[in-house]
């Protein structure tokens, strides 16, 4: 069946539906397709904040904000997009808070704030309170008022619909998705004058990690499948504070909060790093440094974790402002915060690298200005690029609010300027690379489940490609690679049907998976410098005559990759040392 | 086939069934908040069955030789365990009534459980003592004391 | 689509489902002390009487207490059948309006309280609105029947006597 | 250890009615429940069908009945269902509403009764140029409501749900709570008949399943009930 739409958005979590909802707004007819219900997004995991200059508790600018994310990007995220970003948030935030969204308050009754990592006053002076939250429950606050305040707007869900497909004319006009009806084990066509992808992080490539079941990058994959870049692949985010085993994520809000990581002698060895803000230095850096303690013998235990220790902050404070990750302890751990320190390692957290946009959320196909017409990405599988090297706490959710925000306003524009203009016309039959695809899978009886290629690929990358990077490992990584991908195209699947098959879906999602894996490992085998989340040992400085530029990573989709250069924008902060 | 959707259409395909339980009570864990609903509506249907005998037989207060009769009636040892049955369905029915009006009313809902255990006690005890009578009288009629 | 939620209120009914239960908990507390407990006017008394006994006309055997009121009331040859400890609070005019009025009370409230629930277990239990309607016009025409057949038993009860 | 996994099984396409399948899985203590569908899945057979996403109970995707009561895989620990080895834990969809496939039901009634009590903001008023203020106590009525996480474990344990499926249910209404009780909102005069009617609160007998039923510990009878008063108060 051929479903048509003004604007279809891939993927439902904060930036599909913030995008969703502003396209609506203005007047155009928004599709959001996605793979899971959208309640069900992994924009709802998010816990401690977002962050925006709104200076409610105490004095803040949006300049302060700005050089921050700059300053923790490593000079490498773009300056004017964090400029519009950082000038935008608090005015976004506020459009949330009337929306709906259920903030904590301070006493004045306005939306309460509290300090995270990396976040300062004065340039660098002081932690500041800049993160709004609501308790450590914020992501899944702003993510159940946007959907539903998309349904009051009659926004148009297709939910539990896989996306497998972009659709693109021969003169590269994108036109439409193919996606797969899991209820049914139907494919249908998606015509429509703009596609947003809106498909999220790729975390479930790591073994350890917090992002949900579902966070296997699918539209980063289709996008490099169309020929399109990815940028700054290399640069993956480890929190800091995963439970130990699990990755379930426990908020640098603990941190913000007061909580303090110790090693195995009882240490506050943060302070030794980072001396200014010590436990709120931002997130590549504690990673670096538990796994320092780690590989010097301070683990607790002997074993790869710190603790994360609450136990001076109060019962009242964990409560009342940490209360899921307090209950988190409780079920998974067995650990009560309140009397306990909670075991903690490094956690695949967020995918700074991306598809390539501008500040419209416009993809771009290689430098500055070339737009691919109709393609649109936002969040966290898109790359502006505000996060750099290394995104700062609390900035996710500002990026999906203000770019998602951004992007639906200019589609919208975009079906105004061009309603005259017919959608662009479908290749003949649309469907028939999909339907080969899952006919290959479905008709297979010999080879490998999925499962076993999918636990190689994340114990590689885990092993090879996670905080501390060098060229033997990642050469290694590669290799694995290259053979995971041909195993990835022999796998078989045991459920045939139709009805419901999740099975058949893993099978598309591994090879997936592979793609931007190899992004992942190929741009930290290119990028010969250690800066922000890339860390390479054998290259230990940050070396900015060479490297002071974003990397673009094409794929040809057998394996034969080249990379392209992106020039870093630079309005007002010069790139210095980062100490904190 | 294009489609310009206002609401989605059904799927095309949808030969293979749901399967749909019409049963209208689910097995489910009882706990005490199930528990007790479930004999407050026992206990309802109950007194409202009695409520009907009992109203309907208050038509006999009109002839004396008939109310006697009925009276008579009621102290037949059936009836005198019916009487215990009676008061303890009363009993309970009054004091998980009150449980669900302090719930209602007054928010007592965080503690309901505690609620439950001290009504039943209380229950319990006017069950014990209010048809200790009703019992006895079987129990020696029976006895031939 | 199914529309949720477009017919009238039904606050009220459940309002006061739950304020005529708590009146009944002391309508009943009361009725059973005057009927059980209360020596000079319990009806039903701890006896046992075996179906030969009923059959033969016997009756229960009051407390000295309870004969010594009717004899007091209705002279020294009247009997102490049930009927006649019954009619010992309603045959005094001023007594009889206040046991008549709770009594009539008592009726309205168990009624409405009772059938009320009735049909919240019926609207439950029966899903076509049909099967709905016809059961709650059958539950309350039987109410209505009974609340006549007990308003009539109570007004007239000790005209005679 | 070794656990005894019983699985409700449904296969639409075999034209089977459902069924009991067991399965031998190794699991420990500190397991999630979760994880012993997974392995079943992964590694025993690969046509079980189940919903799961953040496997961290946020995203609400894997309510189900597990041992004969309503919970969230993830989020319940292979220690507190069982004793020992070879101890057997069962897991049913959730009850009261059709079968897709094995343990995956159809929500589309369920978000329909959502989408019902009007679940957004209502305030007509202009919005002030920075935030609405609304002081901590006000916000502490709602805010244990905003815990939602729309799972369904609670409507799907309502033997009001399952006598009749038109009952809005704890899920959908809470969310009207939620709405009607926020300091901002002015839509009460709209929301209220919708609940205030044969579907909706009145068939809230406060039976406690859904208290017990929900993962994060919602006291949903506690605020239905504040629901009830307000559409009492607002009739007369």
Redesign the interface.
Known sequence: MTFSHDIVIVGAGGAGLMAALYAREGGADVAVVSK??P????T??AQGGIGAALGNEEEDHWLWHAFDTVKGSDYIGDQDAIEIMCQDAPRT??EL????V??????????SQRRFGGHTRNFGEAPVRRACH??D?TG??IL??LY??C??NHVRFYDEFQVLDLLMTPDGETCGVVAYEI?TGEIHTFHAKIVCFATGGYGRAFKTTSN???GTGDGMAIVLRKGLPLEDMEFVQFHPTGLYR?G??ITEGARGEGGILRNNEGERFMERYAPTVKDLAPRDLVSQCIYKEIREGRGINGKEYVHLDMTHVGEDVLLHKLP?IT??SR????IDPVKQPIPVAPTCHYAMGGIPTDHDGRVERAQRGSTVPGLYAVGECACVSVHGANRLGTNSLVDLVVFGRRAGIRMAQEIQDRRNEPKPLLPDDPQKPTRDLLDAILSRTEGE???AVRTDLQQTMMDNVSVFRNEETLTQALADLKALRERARRVV???K???????LMDAVEIGFMVDYAEAIAAGAKYRTESRGAHSREDYPQRDDEHWLKHTLFYSDGQGGYEFGDKKVIITRFQPKERKY | MAVETLERPPAETTE??????D???????I????F??MA?RLSGIAIVIYLILHVWGLKALTDRDAFNALIAGYHAPIFKIGEFLLLAAVAYHAFNGLR?VL???L?W??K?KRLFWTLAAVTAAIIVIGGYPSIYAVVTYFTGG | ???????????????LHRITGTFLIFLLITHFWVQHYDAQTATVVAQTLSSEQIEQGVLPEYSSEARAAVKAKFGPDATVTPYDVVMLRLADPVYAVLWKGFNILFLIFALHHGFYGLN?IL???I?NDMGRLVARVLSWSLALVLLVVGLYAVITAGWTY | MKLNVKVRR????SGK??YWATYEVPAEP?D?ALSLLLHI???L???L?????????????DAM?I???NKLAC?V?VQDLVKGDGDTISFAPL????????L?I??TRF???Y???????INDTP?P????????E??AI??DA?????CGACTH?C??T?????Y?GPAAMLKAY??TF?S??AGSAQRL???????????C?????C??ACPKEI?I??WL??L??K??T???
């Open positions: 899971l219900h309640l069900r997004s992994h709802g995991a935030i506020v808070e009337h929306y709906g259920p903030f904590s308050r301070n006493k004045q009754g306005k939306i609501a308790a429950r899944h606050t159940h008022t539903d305040q349904v009051k209820l949900a079941h579902a699990l379930i994520l899921e209950v988190f079920t998974y751990m067995g489940p999925v499962v699947v045991r459920d049907g139709k009805r419901f098959n999740t099975e | 293979a069934p749901v399967y749909e339980d049963a209208r009570i689910v097995r489910y864990k706990r005490t908040g199930m007790a609903w407050h669900i719930i209602d009313f928010g809902s965080p309901q | 689509m199914r529309t949720y939620g477009t017919n009238r209120s039904n606050a009220l009914n459940w309002f919240n609207s439950d239990y899903r | 449904y296969d639409p396409e009615p459902p500190m999630s899945k992964w590694h057979d690969g046509t069908t189940f919903r799961k996403s953040c496997a961290h109970g946020i995203c609400g995707s009945q041992n004969g009561e989020s620990l009850p009261g509403s059709p079968v897709i496939k094995d995956v159809d929500q978000f329909e009764k989408r019902a009590v009007m679940p957004w903001l919005p140029e920075r935030e609405r203020l609304q002081s901590p006000e916000h709602i805010e905003t815990k939602c996480i729309m344990s033997p009001s399952w006598a009749d499926p038109d809005l939620r709405y926020d901002r909102d008949p919708i609940v205030d009617s044969k579907d909706g609160l009145w068939k007998y406060t039976i406690f399943n208290v017990q006291d009878t506690r009930s504040a009830k008063r559409a009492v607002a009739q007369y």
